[in-house]
Nanobody, 121 residues
């Protein structure tokens, strides 16, 4: 069994910062690309940022310069540092990871449970 556990969400004022954490655990052989998505009420889930096992990153245009994705491969953990937060960043943030389980040759993707980020005065 593989699980992604997210934490770090909360309520913050505009201009504030939050750091999200997503840790993969279970019968893991390797963790490949890891991504953060978000979904606001009534909207499609959108890609926020991604990072490969080698450290290559990409960001949605709306968060470039404000958010930073990073990872600790030894801990199978991905982070999302969110600075200069805006009300439009309010959403449930989901971690996604492509993982090869032990005793498997297949790479599958897994979702975290989501963590709420609310940016409001």
């Amino acid at each position: 069994q593989v699980q992604l556990v997210e934490s770090g969400g909360g309520l913050v004022q505009p201009g504030g910062s939050l750091r999200l954490t997503c840790a993969a655990s279970g019968n893991i052989f390797s963790v490949n690309v890891m991504r953060w998505y978000r979904q606001a009420p009534g909207k499609q889930r959108e890609l926020v940022a991604g990072i490969t096992s080698g450290g290559s990153t990409n960001y949605a245009e709306s968060v470039k310069g404000r958010f930073t994705i990073s990872r600790d491969n030894a801990k199978n953990t991905v982070y999302l540092q969110m600075n200069s937060l805006k009300p439009e960043d309010t959403a449930v943030y989901y971690c996604n990871a492509h993982i090869i389980k032990t005793s498997s040759s297949r790479e599958l993707f897994y979702w975290g449970q989501g963590t709420q980020v609310t940016v409001s005065s």
